[in-house]
């Protein structure tokens, strides 16, 4: 006897443990062994209904179910299964079709109905198509086809529960995923071409909704709330909030909106892509108020001289860039020469700061032992003037004294180079020569800055002097005498820096051009000889 030829139907004549020891000597056997044992841990703790109206095969059944399921229920006709699932709600469903009072396809269908989770299998001795239909119609798990095999039997039982166990651990996750989802701080929408699709739990509450079919029939359009702020993100005239960040999703923006008792609250706000939706979107709302920037972001009042600004609040803000990944940039000079890089924050801590960023700018952070930082999401720019660690290896930098600047060099409109260390400069003051220690700070087509051991006696603001350069970035000489007027002082431990502006005929102006120009290109090649140890 082999074990094809051995079904339920002919284990009347035969013992349980008969059929299990023939098993053992054939090919098939080994598999169903196999497949047994599987059975056998993965059903603990599972339930089983079994419904059946024949006697000797229900009893024999019966036998074999209970030495795998922890809790088996057995029925004789399709009224009393659904009693049975009605009470206990047990995890796979095995039944006849054939059956009394209610057949087992129409018990199928109220139990899918109940519980669409169950697993039901049928069995019958016909394989007619409309059982077969009405099978895949009612999404039942396995339709076999009597006399049914053992090996058959507990294999799409031990499907069954790994099926279930499977959807188990889906509802799980998703149970937790869901759960993370409405309880934490941020407020998180998914939109499709701008339309919401998902929100969690403090969006639904700040835009007052119980779910997004109530978000989308009262707010068409989410950004409706964005209210217009100096540096903000909002509807504008000439572009909307959504097309704003479809220009670059990469950035992060400030949002600012008035919550139930008036308040004005800023976020900000990040947009992620998901990968292979182009359409999608998803939106973070970070909520920044209590760091009090939104007067800082004021254009109107950042304007004004006013260096009341909160480190805490500075490094809060650093903190939010650095959680949404967000790019900073990284600014520096080099004799004149603007060097600029992104750069990503490692750490903030205190009034300390580490950044990773390129070679390039690593070595003219180091030149100039200082940096400025830039982004989207600061009111204004950040100067770092104490470097503490650069490290080549690691392509990170170490930064401390950091503090918001109201102005800085990013914002020239004319560029500064330091010239040639060769160059010689004289200052007339009336009909005085100046006697003292002087040097050229930097140079640009409208203004020179001097450097002075000694301020020149009655110098005044405003007043006129005459100042001659002598410059050597070509075999030859650019001499350049110029009348200038005296625009501002600023007084250093040792020395005096002095800005003039430069009143120069076309001629003249035509030839700082050309100095310029070449003496930017001798610096450039220094910077990148400098980069390579040469």
């Not at 009893?59 to 074999?64: E, I, S, W």
């Not at 909520?287 to 950042?302: A, G, Q």
């Not at 900073?328 to 960023?357: M, P, Q, R, W």
Request: include cysteine.
């Amino acid at each position: 006897m082999i074990l094809s030829k051995l079904t339920l139907n002919s284990v009347e004549s035969v013992r349980i443990y008969v059929i299990i020891y023939i098993v053992k000597f054939s090919k098939r056997g080994h598999k169903t062994m196999s497949t047994l044992k599987e059975l056998q841990q993965e059903a603990h703790g599972m339930s089983i209904l079994y419904v059946e109206d024949n006697p000797s095969l229900q009893k024999n059944a019966t036998k074999l179910l209970e030495k795998f399921f922890s809790v088996v229920y057995v029925a004789s006709d399709g009224a009393e299964g659904l009693k049975l699932f009605q009470q206990h709600r047990p995890h796979i469903v095995l039944t006849d079709i054939k059956i009394p009072h209610l057949d087992g396809m129409e018990m199928a269908k109220r139990i899918h109905h109940m519980a669409p989770d169950t697993k039901i299998i049928v069995l019958s001795a016909f394989d007619e198509k409309k059982y077969l239909y009405k099978a895949i119609e009612l999404c039942l798990f396995r339709f076999l086809k009597k006399p049914v095999s053992l090996h058959d039997l507990s294999t799409v039982l031990h499907q069954a529960i790994l099926q279930l166990e499977h959807e188990r651990k889906v509802h799980l996750f998703q149970a937790q995923l869901g759960s993370i989802f409405n309880y934490q701080s941020s407020m998180i929408i998914m939109l499709k071409k701008g339309k919401p699709l998902i929100a969690n739990q403090p969006l639904l509450d700040f835009y007052h909704v119980e779910d997004v079919e109530e978000l989308n029939e009262k707010h068409k359009d989410i950004g409706e709330r964005f209210l217009e702020h100096d540096g903000f993100l909002y509807n504008q005239p000439y572009q909307t909030w959504l097309e704003k960040i479809l220009e670059d999703r990469s950035k992060i923006y400030n949002v600012k909106m008035e919550d139930d008792n008036g308040e004005m609250k800023h976020f900000i706000l990040k947009c992620r892509d998901i990968p292979k939706k182009k359409d999608y979107g998803v939106l973070s709302f970070d909520d920044v108020t209590e760091l009090n920037l939104l007067e800082i972001f004021d254009t109107k009042r950042s304007k004004q001289d006013k260096q009341i600004y909160n480190t805490k609040a500075m490094l809060d803000l650093l903190n939010v860039i650095q959680r949404n990944n967000a790019k900073i940039s990284l600014h520096n000079y080099y004799k004149g020469i603007s060097i600029t890089n992104d750069a990503v924050i490692i750490n903030v801590d205190e009034d300390f700061l580490e950044l990773k960023t390129a070679y390039t700018q690593q070595k003219a952070i180091q030149y100039e032992q200082k940096t400025l930082i830039t982004s989207e999401a600061l009111p204004q720019p950040i100067v770092c003037d104490e470097v503490v660690k650069i490290s080549f290896e690691k392509q990170s930098v170490e930064l401390k004294g950091l503090h918001f600047v109201s102005t800085s060099p990013i914002t020239r409109e004319t560029i500064r180079i330091v010239p040639d260390a060769t160059h010689q400069v004289t200052l007339f003051f009336g009909d005085t020569k100046y006697s003292g220690d002087l040097s050229i700070v930097d140079i640009s087509l409208n203004a020179v800055k001097l450097r002075l051991s000694v301020l020149p006696a009655g110098l005044e603001i405003e007043d006129e002097v005459t100042i001659d350069m002598v410059f050597h970035n070509d075999k030859r000489p650019l001499i350049i005498n110029t009348k200038a007027k005296f625009f501002r002082k600023r007084e250093t431990k040792h020395s005096f820096e002095l800005i003039f502006m430069l009143e120069m005929d076309v001629k003249v102006r035509t030839e700082l051009v050309k100095y310029i120009t070449k003496r930017q290109m001798s610096i450039i090649r220094e910077f990148k000889g400098m980069q390579y140890g040469k």
